[in-house]
């Protein structure tokens, strides 16, 4: 993986098999045709805060560095202060996954630099992921060849979970954390907790560290007492 000015980690959970698919496979399997040098050359994926955007591009990084491909993971509302000389040298990569990327929408220079990053990576047969809160159309790119290029590949809506699913998200999690969450737990959860993933995840990181300490499990009594010392 490339590296860049910026103190950017890719988080350890972001993997492909660590992402529980739901309504969104086709995404997930554009994104790992991605890694591997396949499919589409860009590809958009959309959706709110917590949808798992920026879970899938590191993981398309993490995949793709496995495979031995150059790669750079750059998240647009970190670097966008740094102007958009960060692009530089970005379009020889093999696959470059940009996060946030509708923050540079109306900006001049920063869509011409963009646009040269595609064209230089397109001529050598790379793939540029992207990802955004809305469609490439929403967010009003000024320069229209870079809008058409953008809106020339595949683009995914990630969709939310239902309940049901938040449980199996997490159920999922856990599992790939050599942990075991009971149905009944996992409802537990979600029915007296910020029921974002974002937030879900997050404290399962936190019964992580506490069930490891205590060596327990993550039962509903074990998990009320965590909560009650917040």
Not at 28 to 56: D, I, M, N, Q
Not at 89 to 103: R, S
Not at 111 to 128: A, I, P, S, W
């Amino acid at each position: 993986m490339r590296q860049l000015p910026l103190d950017v980690q890719l988080a350890d959970y972001a993997v492909f098999e660590s992402f529980y698919l739901g309504s969104n496979a086709a995404a997930v399997h554009a994104l790992g045709l991605a890694a591997a040098g396949e499919g589409s050359p860009v590809v958009w994926l959309w959706g709110p805060r917590g949808s798992g955007k920026s879970h899938l591009l590191q993981a398309c990084v993490s995949d793709a560095s496995q495979r031995q491909r150059n790669t750079a993971y750059l998240p647009l509302n970190l670097a966008h202060g740094l102007g958009p000389s960060m692009l530089d040298g970005m379009g020889q990569v093999d696959v470059l996954c940009i996060d946030d990327a509708g923050i540079v929408a109306g900006e001049p220079d920063w869509e011409r630099q963009l646009f040269g990053v595609f064209e230089n990576l397109t001529q050598h047969g790379g793939r540029l992921v992207l990802a955004a809160s809305g469609a490439v159309a929403a967010c009003r790119f000024g320069l229209p060849d870079l809008a058409s290029r953008l809106m020339s590949g595949e683009t995914y809506r990630l969709n939310g979970l239902t309940d049901e699913e938040r449980v199996a998200a997490l159920q999922l999690r856990a599992s790939w954390r050599g942990l075991e969450l009971p149905d009944e737990t996992g409802k537990y959860l979600i029915a007296r907790v910020d029921r974002s993933t974002g937030a879900l995840f997050a404290l399962l990181d936190r019964l992580d560290q506490a069930a490891l300490a205590a060596q327990k499990r993550l039962t509903v009594p074990f998990v009320r007492s965590v909560l009650e010392q917040r």
